[in-house]
């Protein structure tokens, strides 16, 4: 069974992701102060900026994790409130890896959103699921326990997860920290694969030694967007010093 691209029937003349004047305060501490962008459908962006700079904040708002304490988020011109559309890969150790899960059983969360609640999977999810596996390299891993999985084998199974929710925009929070090269490698042979079938993609990063180069646009972000756009006019000297609060390594440039 191929996978289809989307079920969903966002408009493909408006952003898939839409932040406007977008503000975030935890008490006294501003996390985003007036952030504003659009993201195109299918494309790929990668937000950067030192840690804390608020770029996990932005994906939980446009996850509708949490709400924005003013502006807004619009997910393909409608709010931000917990699309279906939408699959958030949190950062890995964020992760309880002693749960008693298997790969198959993580990757069939993402089938929740059409079975319902309390109904078994049909035989249509659990192909759905089998297919999700293959695509990522992990059919063979389908009952192995979630802590015994490498580290480049738990992002994939949180792509594969998405891709069984059918998810037309995936956010993506430090996905290639602690990877290894081959790892990396194979992470990036799934980005293609969802470029191919046209979703959109957020990679949230400090690191700007090589994702950069796979990407359409870079947001960055230090509380505020320093820049946005495509990343040889973004990631400029005087934009890396405002992000990251002083002279960035040339090993960091886009050339």
Not at 4 to 15: G, I, V
Not at 108 to 136: F, H, K, S, W, Y
Not at 196 to 212: E, I
Not at 214 to 238: C, E, N, Y
Request: net charge positive.
């Amino acid at each position: 069974m191929n996978l289809p691209t989307r079920d969903s029937a966002h408009p493909r003349n408006k952003p898939a992701v839409e932040a406007v004047a977008l503000c975030v305060r935890y008490q006294e501490r501003v996390v985003l102060n007036d952030v504003s962008f659009a993201v195109q459908p299918g494309e790929r962006v990668a937000v950067i900026g030192p840690n804390g700079a608020g770029k996990s904040t932005l994906f939980k708002v446009i996850a509708g994790v949490i709400r924005p304490t003013s502006g807004s988020v619009l997910i393909g011109g409608d709010p931000a409130e917990k699309h279906i559309c939408v699959a958030y890969l949190t950062q890995r150790n964020e992760v309880d890896w002693r749960f008693p899960l298997t790969v198959r059983d993580v990757v069939m969360m993402g089938r929740a959103g059409q079975i319902g609640l309390l109904r078994r999977a049909r035989p249509v999810d659990r192909e759905r699921v089998d297919d999700c596996l293959r695509e990522t390299s992990l059919l063979e891993l389908a009952r192995r326990p979630i802590g015994e999985l490498s580290g480049g084998q738990q992002q994939r199974m949180f792509i594969a997860r998405a891709l069984a929710q059918q998810a037309e925009i995936m956010l993506m929070d430090e996905p290639f920290t602690g990877l290894d090269v081959p790892s990396q490698e194979e992470l990036l042979r799934v980005l293609d694969l969802l470029r191919g079938r046209g979703v959109t993609v957020l990679v949230a990063t400090h690191d700007l030694s090589g994702v950069t180069r796979i990407m359409d646009k870079v947001l960055l972000l230090h509380h505020r967007a320093t820049g946005f756009g495509p990343p040889g006019d973004v990631l400029t000297p005087a934009n890396l010093a405002a992000a990251f609060g002083g002279p960035v390594p040339a090993a960091g440039m886009v050339s």
